[in-house]
C-alpha cells in the first residue's frame, strides 16, 4: 500500500509551526553557543541547534551565512512531533557547506523550511537513513555532485516516507533528486518528490534508479515538478 502523504503532511501544516516543545533561535552574526538560544540571545550555529533540538521543537534559523556543514545524528522527532529548522519569517538564512555535505540528515521527523544551501563539494543535502524528514521552500544549487540525495548510506538503513516539496534545485553539477541506494542492503520506499522547480543541473532532473546491489526504491511518487 502507498503511504498517505497527505496524513504526513498535515502535520507541518502553517508557516510558522507552533512548537509543541522549546523555540530556539540561531543567529551567525550576533549568536554564541554558549548562550541559551533564546530571540535576544540566539546560538551561533545551526550544528549547536542539532545537537540540542528534540522531538517537538522549533528552530528559527535568522538571516546571514552559515559556514558549517550540519550533521542531524543525535536526535528524531516524532510523528505529531517533529523537530523543525525553519528560515525565520522574512528572512533568508544561507548555509556554505565546509566539508562535502550541507546537510547530513540521518534521524527521523526532521522539517527543513526555507533555507539556502549552495556550493556543496559534492551533495548539498543528503537524507542518509532519515525518515520521514520533508524538505521544502528550499534553495539547493551549485554542489559538485547531487543537489539532494535520499540514499542509505550503511547496509540495513532505511531512507523512507521522506517528502522534497516546493523546493528551487538548480545549477547542480550532476541530478537534482537523486533516489538510490549508496550500498546493498539499503530499503528506499514511499519517497515523494512534489511541487519543485529543478532546472539546469548537469544531469538528470530528477532520478530514481537501482542501487548498488541490485536495490531498487520502491513506490516512489513523482508529481507536479516544474523541470
Known sequence: AKLDYEAIKITYSGEMPPATGNTYYVSSGSGSDSNPGTLSKPWRTI????????????????????NESILFQKFSGEPEKPITFQAYSGEKPVIAPTTWYGLNIKKNWIVIDGLT??????????IGGGNFVTVRNCEVSGSGMQGIYIAGQVAGETANGNIISNNSIHDNKWEGVYIKAAVAGVTLTDNLVENNRIYNNGMEAIQNKFGDGGVPPKNTTIRGNII
Request: charge should be positive; hydrophobic fraction near 45%; charged fraction near 15%.
Open 117 to 126: 544551501v549552495r556550493n556543496a563539494s559534492n551533495i548539498n543535502i543528503i
Open 47 to 66: 550544528q549547536k541547534a542539532a545537537n540540542t533540538a528534540v522531538a517537538g521543537d522549533v528552530v528559527y534559523i535568522r538571516a546571514g551565512t552559515y
